[in-house]
Structure formats: C-alpha cells, structure tokens
C-alpha cells in the first residue's frame, strides 16, 4: 500500500479528526526534511477531490467536511447537477449556486438541503478542482469595442466575452475557437481570446470542424507519427510470412459495406466430414507492424478509436496503416492473427485455435452483392463469384444456427435502425434513409461476436490480465422506471418484482413490441434504461449479450483495446508472457481500458451530433413542406417526431393553437384541457416542417390539420 492509499486509509477511521500536516506527519513518523514531498502529495489527493483542506489548515475527507466530490453537469439556463464519484443520486445546484463552475469541472460541493419528501437534493459548489474547459467553439458577435463568443455546447451557460485586442481578425458571425483567460466569478461573464478561425457558420465544414474541435479531437497527426509510418515497409516480405500459418491459397474474403476502406477482418467456411462447420476469421496483424510504446501506438492509444461521420473519418492509425498495408486488401499479401473455429450443428465452439497467419484475400464483397447473392439468386452476380457461393451459403447456415443459439440464451438483439446519410460531390446531404441490415450483415456480426467469446473464454482460463469487453447488470430503479411507462401499453418486464431481471425477458418484450408503432420508442427507452457496455481489465458478463466472456478482437485497425488484445495473445501463442510481461499488463491495463471508454462515448457524440447536422442541413431547403412521421416522444414542452427516414423534429406547445396542452408525467401524454385530445407515443401524424436552425441542429415541426 503506498502512502496515499495508507493517509486516506487512517482518515477513513472512526475516530479521526481533521490533522494539520505537521499532526499527520507526526502521526505516520514521518521526518520533517521530508515535508515538502508531503504538501505535494497532499495537494494532488486535494486536486482529485479525495480530501479537503479546511480554511484552518486542517485536511480530512470531504464527507467528513459535508463535501461532495464530483463533475458539472451544466445546463443552458445556469443551473446543473453533481455528477457524485460514489456513484449516488445526482445533487441539484442552483444558477446561484453555481459560483462559477462550468459544465465538466471537477467541484467540491456542500449539500444545503437534504432532499426530504422525495425531492432531490440541492448543494453550492464550495470548490472548483480542475477545470474541464479551457477552450469554447462558437459563434463570434461584436460591436466597435468587444466581442462574446456564444457556445456551440449548450450546457455552457455563459458567452465568453472578448475584449477588442483578442479579436485576432474574426468577423462577424464566424464559427471560432476562444481560449478562456479568465473563469466566471459571480455576475461576471469569463474573458478570453479568439485562438482559431474555423471560418463562415453557414459552410457545413465548418461546421463538422466545431463539433470536432468542440470535443478536442485531433483531425491530423503530429509529424512524428507520420514520419515513423512512412518509414514502415510498403509490402508483406516472404521473411515476415515465415512461421506463420501460410493461409494464402485458402478461399477467404472480405464483406464489408460499399465506403469501406479498412478492411480489418476476413472470413472462410469449411464443411467437415464429421458435419461440423470450420470456421476462419483473420484479423489484421496490426501489432506487427505499430509496435508498444512507438509514436504511432502512443498516438493510437490517445485517440482510442477511429471516429466514422458522414463523408469523413479520423482515424485511429495513419492511412498508409488503416486504408493501407494493414487493410485486407483483395489480391494483397497481409499479416493476420487467425482464430479457426470447429462449431457443431448446435453452435458450440468445439475445437479452435489461434494462429499468427499470412492471407491473400480472393474477393472484396459488399454486404449488397452477398444479400443479392443468398436471397435474390442475382444471376450475373452468381456467376461473377460462382466459386463462393456455396460458401456464401454456408455461412448463412452457420450464421443462422448462431444467432438461433445465442437468442435461446437470452442474448437482446435491439432493431433501432442507423441513420445513412447521402452526401453529393461537395459533401452536402442529397438523401437521408434507414440503414438496411440484410442476412450479411448478420453473417458478419454471428461470426464477430463468437470469435470475441472465444478469444475471451481462452484467455480468462489462463489467469493472465485482459481486456474485457462488459455489460453490467442494469440498475432496477432504472428498470423499474421503464416498467411504468410500458404499463401505459399493457406490458411489463417479467421477473423485475424479484430484483433480478434475465436479459431474456427483456428480449420477450422487444418481441412483443415488434412491427407496432410503439416498437421504436420501446426499444429506445429500454436501451437508455441499461447501462452502457465498456471496457475493464477485470472480468465480468456481459448482459444484453447474455455471455459470461467477452471482448473485442475483431477491429484492431479502429479499436485501441483490440490492437493491445492482439498483443496479449501474440505474447502468449509464442512463450513471450512471462512474470515481466505479466506485471507490465498488470500496471498498463486499467488505463487502456478507462481511456478508451471514454474515447468511445466522444466517438459516439461527435458520430450523432454530424449526423443531427446534416439532418438540420438537409432539411433547411424542406421548410414548408409536409412529411408522415411518428410521435417518438411526449415532453412538458411539446412532443418529437419522428420521419420515416430517422430525421426528428420538435411540435412545441406554443405550435398547437386548437386547445391547451397539459403534460401527464406518469402516462408520457399530453392531453387537451377541452377536447380531451391526447398525443400519445407512437401516434401516426402528418407534420410541416416550419423552422431549422443548422447551428443548433434543430428542426421544428408543426402539426398538419387533420
């Protein structure tokens, strides 16, 4: 135990009381020559919230001190909550109450009411840790003296005001990057200075560079990484083949979808005699090649994951790795690290093993051609790819026999479809539509998903340290929560009176739910209501895969946890984990598996608000015109709907001049005072759209008389 953990150890005793640095030194025997490595422990456990230093010099823990230790969670109105470390229900703070803390910074705050007769707590921040923002991206206002930049991110309640000097030549009603030079104090706005011109508001670039900007994602690499790929051999050499599994003459290909570029795993099938399916999925060998502690993988680890918007993407690795000599290119020699499956008529994995390989991929198909292939019979098609298509055949077979396996275990499959956007040749949005999801897709996702559990089960059962892939069992407030509001549609969550909710009975009700109207909001709500999945270094099932070992193996062009995965492997299959290795995992682990969390929820943000953006883009020449859609949520403030092709918009209250609305919480309806009329989730309605705000990324719709 080092000494951190040993102080707030002895603070956490019943019987201590706040200490001045001199009493906690005399009380852990510590010399006085050794007193300015303890203030500067001491003031890192004060910046992490874990203690406080009182105004008398004494430190204690915080909720010894009525503190609580947390994150803002900021609101557009001024006021936000306390996000709590220990996990607890959020505190509520006033805009008063505030006291300068900025949505992200880390705060200690003290409670002011206890939140009796079921209301929520109220606190005032005390103390501002660490701030979480330095720079704001927004739009830049000014007169012949000042400026304020308004934010983009709505839980900023404050404009950053801009004195004349910090103008650094933007104009009025540019999108602008401003680093803060002083933090809001009571009744005063924070100051700062424009440190970036992203340029015209209107140009929908610019606007896909705020969002990026706005979550503090690096679109280039640093010269460093980019000089060292450079230096990476442009082809496969027979030397770096030698050992491995020669897999070059074997029929293997790629399905992807039609814009793909990367192409990190590969797919072969066998029927054997003994009827069993041998199955073979090979995923690049990018270890080879980004080797630990390099620039590159340092880069790699930092950004976690490669970051896919409409028409763009930031990559995790350098293009010459992710679209180049990593990707399975047909036709091209490439390194790959095989997991070759024997999987019986039942779906069980029965013999495998997991093999540094070298591959030429025959064929680089599309989930289009296989879908048109299995279940068209597309006759040029077939004849184009004749040599593969029984395996193609296979694989729906097999893939079939794993997804009837999987789902009898309980396993939830959520049918929420992917919004595909359309862009023309200067990158503006010609189309929105649903996503289609066909048989090869699911032949892809099957063999994905059993490979991971394999490659999970393998190495849980040899004890060394690992990346998991897990899913928490949901929180039943949550739950319970959900419950009410689909009892509004005669259903229930079986077995949630008992406290343990099976993902089974989940997927039971999304059944239930399938092709109504109430399928989409349903299956939305149930997935807000559990947790999200992430990355651990230790072990734990996965719920709505309803699998007890999991991970992820299949994408280490994209994903940071699984290119360190195939290192952990690589060290195993070839003697290399030894106690050194063993402890380095053990130290590095935890951190990979935190940061690239993380990195995945920025990931998503940044991948639905470009989304939202050019659904606001693409419907800003629609004003006026009318739509069918669906009412996919009922609020206070009125109530969104839905189109067909994914794009939502808001019928706000004030919109709705034929009677007055009341909102009933408990039912999720509104319902007119007079007419009784009620709007209820999953009501067919026909809408115009009146207003877009491209910025805000905010449709409005009103309601078409009926």
């Not at 979550?215 to 980019?226: A, M, R, Y």
């Not at 059962?461 to 949550?478: A, G, Q, T, V």
Request: proline share 3%; aromatic share 8%.
């Amino acid at each position: 135990m080092g000494i951190k953990d040993k102080i707030l150890d002895y603070m956490n005793g019943e019987s201590y009381r706040p200490l001045s640095i001199n009493e906690l030194m005399k009380s852990f025997d510590i010399h006085k020559s050794e007193k300015q490595q303890i203030e500067k422990l001491l003031k890192e456990l004060e910046k992490e919230g874990k203690i406080v230093k009182n105004s008398k010099g004494f430190y204690g823990l915080p909720h010894h001190m009525d503190m609580l230790p947390g994150k803002i969670q900021g609101n557009e109105k001024g006021f936000g909550f306390l996000i709590r470390d220990d996990g607890e229900a959020d505190i509520f703070i006033s805009s008063s109450n505030m006291n300068g803390a900025m949505n992200g910074d880390r705060v200690l705050v003290k409670l002011i009411s206890d939140g009796e007769e079921g209301k929520r707590q109220e606190g005032e921040v005390i103390r501002i840790l660490k701030r979480a923002v330095t720079k704001v991206i927004g739009r830049f206002e000014y007169n012949n003296n000042y400026g304020f930049v308004v934010p983009d991110d709505r839980r900023m309640y404050y404009d950053v005001f801009i004195p004349r000097d910090g103008f650094n030549g933007a104009k009025h009603g540019y999108k602008v990057v401003a680093e803060i030079t002083r933090y809001p104090e009571p009744r005063r706005n924070p100051e700062g200075r424009i440190v970036e011109i992203l340029g015209n508001e209107d140009d929908i670039e610019t606007e896909m560079m705020a969002i990026i900007k706005m979550h503090d994602l690096e679109v280039e690499f640093p010269e460093k990484v980019i000089r060292q790929a450079e230096d990476i051999e442009n082809e496969v050499k027979e030397e770096d083949i030698a050992g491995r599994l020669d897999l070059r003459y074997e029929k293997i290909v790629t399905i992807d979808g039609e814009d793909a570029k990367d192409f990190d795993d590969a797919v072969s099938i066998k029927k054997l005699d003994n009827g069993n399916y041998l199955l073979g999925v090979h995923i690049a060998d990018v270890s080879h090649y980004v080797k630990e502690k390099s620039a590159i993988d340092k880069e790699a680890r930092k950004r976690g994951t490669s970051v896919y918007m409409p028409g763009h993407v930031i990559p995790m690795l350098p293009f010459k790795l992710s679209d180049g000599l990593c990707s399975l290119r047909p036709g091209e020699v490439r390194l790959t690290l095989s997991c070759i499956m024997e999987i019986d008529s039942k779906g069980n994995v029965v013999r495998y093993d997991i093999k540094e390989s070298a591959i030429k991929s025959k064929e680089r198909m599309t989930y289009t051609q296989v879908y048109k292939i299995l279940e068209e019979e597309d006759k040029d098609l077939m004849t184009r790819y004749d040599y593969l298509v029984d395996d193609f055949k296979l694989m729906k077979e097999l893939a079939l026999i794993l997804n009837d396996k999987r789902l009898k275990r309980g396993s939830i499959e959520f049918e929420i479809p992917e919004t595909q956007v359309l862009l023309d040749e200067d990158g503006y949005p010609v189309d929105i539509t649903k996503r289609e999801r066909n048989i090869a897709h699911r032949i892809i996702e099957e063999f994905m998903l059993v490979c991971n559990e394999t490659i999970a089960e393998h190495v849980f059962w040899l004890h060394y340290p690992f990346i998991y892939r897990i899913h928490e069992n949901p929180d039943i407030e949550r739950l319970l929560n959900f419950n009410k509001f689909i009892h509004n549609f005669g259903l229930s969550i079986k077995g949630l009176a008992s406290g343990e909710v099976h993902p089974r009975s989940l997927q039971e009700l999304l059944n239930k739910v399938k092709d109504t109207p109430e399928e989409l909001v349903i299956s939305t709500l149930l997935l807000r209501s559990l947790k999200q999945a992430r990355y651990s270094h230790e072990h734990a099932p996965h719920f709505a895969l309803a699998v007890k070992y999991y991970t992820h193996f299949t994408s280490p062009i994209r994903r940071y946890p699984d290119l360190q995965i195939h290192r952990i492997i690589k060290d195993i299959i070839n003697g290399r984990m030894d106690e050194k290795r063993v402890r380095f995992y053990e130290k590095t682990l935890e951190k990979i598996a935190q940061v690239s969390s993380e990195m995945e929820r920025v990931a998503q943000s940044v991948e639905r608000e470009c989304d939202d953006l050019e659904k606001a883009v693409y419907m800003k020449d629609k004003i006026g015109m009318t739509f069918d859609g669906v009412i996919s949520s009922v609020t206070n403030f009125g109530f969104f709907v839905e189109l067909q092709n994914t794009v939502e918009g808001l019928v706000t209250l004030s919109s709705l001049k034929d009677d007055y609305y009341h909102y009933i919480n408990d039912q999720h309806i509104l319902i007119g005072e007079h007419t009784k009329k009620i709007f209820n989730i999953g009501d067919k309605v026909k809408v115009t759209v009146s207003a877009v705000n491209v910025s805000r990324r905010q449709i409005d719709f009103v309601l078409e008389d009926e």
